[in-house]
């Protein structure tokens, strides 16, 4: 039982580029989310999935899409990076019965130059 | 404009004693409050939570107590161990637009002294 899992763990892109950031998660769940972590703030909610074949948009959505693939598989897509995204992103699942305790990934870290 | 406030960014503690970390909120519609533990290279992991109509709850050497008037909810972590040096975030819960909807704090770096 891997719980959430995220790859790459790095990444360094030049601006411009694009990328796609995986997550996948093993417990069942289906809620699922995409943060951000950023110096001196929160964890920022970009997109969230309530269910397979939901999604909707968060606090930071813009520059970047999401794909639920399935139950398990939730993706982060960034079309054309900036170096404003330079960030560490972070997958997270609920469960259903759960209250609010949200299972997070171990992290991406994502460097735009 | 942040909804939830954590206004010491470190602390530093010696083994053995209290850690208490504080958080203040400003919204009044939350109404559940969890502690998120960070180490480095890591993703935050639950910690311990209180409903908005307890003021107080207890797991182990962690207890986190909520003054709705004031806003304002405290962690402490007693007695505090080198294995609790880690970076603590609040968080808040609402419902929002039909979901629950979390907002985080920006987090406490906690060292505790061996």
């Known amino acids: 039982n891997a719980g959430v899992t995220q790859t790459p763990k790095f990444q360094v892109l030049k601006t411009g580029q694009s990328m796609t950031l995986q997550c996948a998660q093993d417990?069942?769940?289906?809620?699922m989310y995409w943060y951000r972590q950023d110096p001196g703030m929160g964890l920022r909610l970009i997109y969230y999935?309530?269910?397979?074949?939901?999604?909707d948009k968060g606090e930071v959505p813009n520059g970047y899409n999401v794909s639920r693939l399935n139950k398990r598989e939730f993706s982060l897509r960034l079309e054309s990076a900036a170096p404003s995204q330079t960030s560490v992103y972070f997958c997270?699942?609920?469960?259903?019965?759960?209250?609010?305790?949200?299972?997070f990934g171990p992290g991406t870290r994502l460097t735009v130059l | 404009d942040q909804q939830v406030k954590q206004n010491s960014p470190s602390l530093s503690v010696q083994e053995g004693r209290i850690s208490i970390l504080n958080c203040d909120y400003t919204?009044?519609?939350?109404?559940?409050f969890l502690w998120y533990k960070k180490y480095p290279a890591e993703g935050p992991t639950f910690l311990i939570s209180?409903?908005?109509?307890?003021d107080k709850n207890e797991d182990g050497r962690f207890t986190v107590f909520l003054n709705k008037s004031a806003k304002h909810l405290s962690l402490h972590i007693v007695p505090s161990q080198p294995g609790d040096s880690a970076v603590y975030f609040c968080?808040?819960?609402?419902?929002?637009?039909?979901?629950?909807?979390?907002?985080f704090g920006s987090g406490t770096r906690l060292q505790v002294q061996p």
């Open positions: 997270a699942s609920l469960g259903r019965q759960s209250t609010d305790t949200q299972y």
């Open positions: 417990m069942n769940h289906n809620s």
């Open positions: 999935s309530a269910s397979e074949g939901t999604t």
């Open positions: 919204n009044s519609m939350f109404d559940y």
């Open positions: 209180i409903s908005s109509i307890k």
């Open positions: 968080a808040a819960s609402a419902w929002d637009t039909g979901r629950r909807a979390l907002t």
